[in-house]
């Protein structure tokens, strides 16, 4: 069973700190990952996606990968009270057709003013 | 503008009345997914489609059908809803040859009574 762990949180923060969600992923075979931020009721818009080793910064957001600890982390610096969402955690993995995403259930962050 | 439009945005419905829930994309994409979302249960995958006339099921697949005649269009069709089967449902889609990046829908609430 090909699966994504996230801690479902919820993970408080608060505003102007870093918030740090975390995933781990099943199959080693793994080879493109993607974090989404979905409001309450709304429809899953991508953050990032990173698919070597390392770390991936876009502005206040930082995608790290370890594919050797099959571990997937976003850091959010300066967060703000609108970063207050669920973050899922999505993984094509090896296999999979293009879009195929496993998706984690999501992690809760409540950023607080 | 590059987009997935799915219809109806709500719906309350009785069970066994049949419905369809209908999903187009204008970027051409190949891949076209649904998806439910229940509370602590994340997105879960209904059917998937990797191109026209081709459809595989998900992870949830019982109680519903699809079909793929046209590249643009992905009809979600529950032939006789149940209560279970009320949920948040999202379609998607991705285009071969990108980021694997899934595209959503706005989402359709639907009510079983």
């Known amino acids: 069973q090909k699966e994504v762990e996230q801690n479902s949180g919820p993970l408080s923060v608060p505003e102007g700190a870093i918030a740090s969600l975390n995933c781990t992923y099943s199959d080693r075979g793994s080879q493109s990952f993607f974090w989404y931020r979905q409001y309450s009721g709304k429809s899953p818009e991508l953050i990032m996606f990173i698919y070597s080793n390392g770390d991936k910064e876009d502005g206040r957001f930082t995608a790290q990968l370890n594919k050797a600890s099959q571990y997937v982390s976003l850091l959010i610096r300066d967060s703000q009270p609108s970063d207050s969402a669920t973050y899922l955690c999505a993984v094509n993995m090896s296999g999979g057709s293009q879009g195929n995403l496993i998706f984690g259930k999501g992690t809760k962050l409540s950023v607080k003013p | 503008e590059a987009q997935v439009t799915q219809n109806p945005r709500y719906l309350i419905t009785v069970t066994g009345k049949k419905l369809t829930v209908t999903c187009s994309q204008n970027?051409?994409?190949?891949?076209m997914s649904w998806y439910r979302q229940d509370p602590g249960l994340g997105l879960r995958q209904i059917y998937y489609s990797m191109n026209v006339e081709v459809t595989d099921k998900g992870d949830v697949p019982e109680g519903y059908k699809v079909s793929r005649k046209e590249k643009r269009n992905f009809p979600l069709i529950l032939e006789s809803p149940s209560p279970n089967q009320t949920s948040l449902y999202f379609c998607a889609s991705a285009g071969q040859g990108t980021t694997g990046e899934l595209f959503f829908g706005e989402g359709s609430r639907l009510t079983v009574l």
């Open positions: 970027m051409n994409h190949e891949y």
